[in-house]
């Protein structure tokens, strides 16, 4: 049996994920962390391409408290991959050169059509469907495929997610109808550039991403369920997500806040990281909606260990 530690710097948190693989090359995931680092932080309100020092501390600080976990583990492979924020960021190499020194890990920085790609990998593996639209969204980007009879027809990558999204339509807060109406026209021009999207016309729409993960918890609650981790498949219609959504988008932070307990932490970046669901869910008319916890991680494992 081998230990393989897989950290994910995205850009909104940094995760690890820890698995025995066995001889037959399946793996098991044992455990699980996560640290909200917002390394996309400042880079959507002035268009700087860079990451601030605060964040690389705190991306740094959640590495090395990943590493107390796993470091004595026998057979072990630590393998690590970056997403928007370090993709774009003009100051990546030196970031992750100071990754490299406290690892020994050399990080890999997927392009956007790579991490959709592994986004499809991912949820096709793990969930049962055959034809569907997934949609992660990301602190920096969020990715879109089409799948059809469990073939991707076409992904992407759009370089706008929840932190930077929130930065450019002023939405920390209340949104105002004028940012609110802007950051619709925006999402829609960027749908409108894709035309093979509409093949996903009246699919199921599977979501990966922490502000989807949040609306799922919000409906295993509703349903009286006591384990409110385990959301990989769970579903619901897409009125009732557009319902969770409408009652958010009507609070200020703070009334945010208080309503999301242990997920206060995105109260500020939540509505950003919703609205494109909602515009995508009227643009497709999306019947349901379905929650994935497989996605880019679990792409790239299943896709490393397939080649081994």
């Known amino acids: 049996m081998k230990n393989l530690v897989m950290l994910d710097l995205g850009s909104n948190s940094t995760r690890m994920s820890i698995n025995q693989v066995d001889d037959k090359g399946n793996f098991t995931e044992v455990k699980r962390m996560k640290q909200m680092t917002r390394m996309a932080e400042g880079m959507g309100a002035s268009g700087t391409k860079k990451l601030e020092d605060k964040a690389i501390e705190r991306t740094l600080k959640a590495l090395r408290d990943f590493q107390k976990e796993y470091q004595n583990m026998p057979n072990l492979t630590v393998r690590g991959i970056a ?8 100051n990546s190499l030196e970031f992750l050169e100071r990754v490299k020194e406290l690892t020994g890990v050399d990080i890999e920085v997927l392009s ?5 790609y592994y986004d499809y990998v991912g949820v096709i593996n793990s969930l ?5 639209v997934i949609c992660d969204m990301g602190g920096g980007s969020f990715e879109l495929a089409v799948v059809v009879d469990k073939e991707a027809v076409s992904y992407v990558s759009i370089p706008y997610g929840a932190v930077s999204l929130a930065e450019k339509f002023n939405a920390h807060d209340k949104i105002s109808a004028q940012d609110l109406f802007k950051f619709y026209r925006f999402i829609l021009y960027k749908f409108r550039q894709l035309p093979w999207l509409l093949q996903g016309t009246k699919l199921p729409l599977v979501l990966l991403g922490g502000a989807n993960r949040t ?6 609650m509703r349903l009286g369920r006591k384990d409110l981790e385990n959301i990989h498949g769970v579903s619901m219609s897409a009125y009732s997500f557009i319902e969770t959504y409408t009652e958010w988008l009507g609070m200020d932070r703070k009334e945010r806040a208080d309503i999301l307990g242990p997920e206060a932490e995105r109260a ?5 990281g919703l609205s494109p669901i909602i515009f995508l869910i009227e643009y497709l ?9 497989s996605g880019v991680r679990e792409g790239v494992l299943y896709s490393m260990l397939k080649r081994e």
């Open 112 to 116: 956007g059509s790579a991490e959709a």
């Open 128 to 132: 049962n469907v055959r034809d569907c």
């Open 268 to 272: 500020d970046i939540i509505i950003a």
């Open 215 to 220: 609306v799922a918890r919000k409906e295993l």
């Open 83 to 90: 997403t928007a924020a370090v993709r774009s960021a003009e």
């Open 285 to 293: 008319q999306t019947p349901e909606i379905i929650f994935s916890e």
